[in-house]
Structure formats: structure tokens, C-alpha cells
């Protein structure tokens, strides 16, 4: 399973990112699809997580600016990240929780991005 995401960039504070996701591959079901990110010297945390039912989850640095959304399906998902601030500089990463093809059962897995840097300037 391969997951790619796009959209990070530089952006002045109080300005709007939208990233993007795509999980592809061997997959037989996903489970949710969700945003992480990483800044110099902290833990990855999470951002935002959608599942297969339609439940969201943010961290409450981000409720209420960030909205995490999909088309019809889970796979795509998107991150549409508005107010920016400084402290919103990261690597964000996607994360495809799903099972995945294998024999005689599927088995689950925890598939991740590269990663993608956003920086927001004050």
C-alpha cells in the first residue's frame, strides 16, 4: 500500500493550505484516513481523522480552522487547513489505516506518507 501526499508550501500567518492524500495499492478495505504532523524537536501528533463511518476527530489546536473532508469515498481524503499560524509549521504526514491483500485473510496495517512541509511564516 502507497500513500502520497501534496499541497504543502510556505504561507504567511493567518493564510489557508489545502492538502491532499491518496492511499493506492494492494487494499482491501479502509478503515480511516488521517493527518499527523511533526515539528523540529516534538512528537508527531494528530491532527485530524476521518473513518469510514464519516467520524471526525481533531486535535483541539486545530478544531475549528482545520477541516479534514473526502469526495464520496474515504481514498482521497484532504486537509483543508485555513487561519494559519507560526506554530502550525510541521511536516504533516497522511495515514492510511486499512487491511490490506493478503493470503488466507486480509491483514490490517498503518501505511504511511513521506511527509510534506508546511511552513508558516509570521
Known amino acids: 500500500v502507497q500513500v502520497v501526499e501534496s499541497g504543502g508550501g510556505l504561507v504567511q500567518a493567518g493564510g489557508s493550505l489545502r492538502l491532499s492524500c491518496a492511499a493506492s495499492g494492494s487494499i482491501f478495505r479502509l478503515v480511516a484516513m488521517g493527518w499527523y504532523r511533526q515539528a523540529p524537536g516534538k512528537q508527531r501528533e494528530l491532527v485530524a481523522q476521518?473513518?469510514?463511518?464519516?467520524?471526525?476527530n481533531y486535535a483541539e489546536s486545530v478544531r475549528g480552522r482545520f477541516t479534514i473532508h473526502r469526495d464520496y469515498t474515504l481514498n482521497p481524503v484532504y486537509l483543508q487547513m485555513n487561519s494559519l499560524k507560526p506554530e502550525d509549521t510541521a511536516v504533516y504526514y497522511c495515514?492510511?489505516?486499512?487491511?490490506?491483500?493478503?493470503?488466507?485473510?486480509?491483514?490490517?496495517?498503518?501505511?504511511w506518507g513521506q511527509g510534506t512541509q508546511v511552513t508558516v511564516s509570521s
Open positions: 495515514n492510511a489505516r486499512a487491511y490490506y491483500n493478503d493470503s488466507p485473510v486480509p491483514r490490517p496495517g498503518d501505511f
Open positions: 476521518i473513518n469510514a463511518g464519516g467520524g471526525i
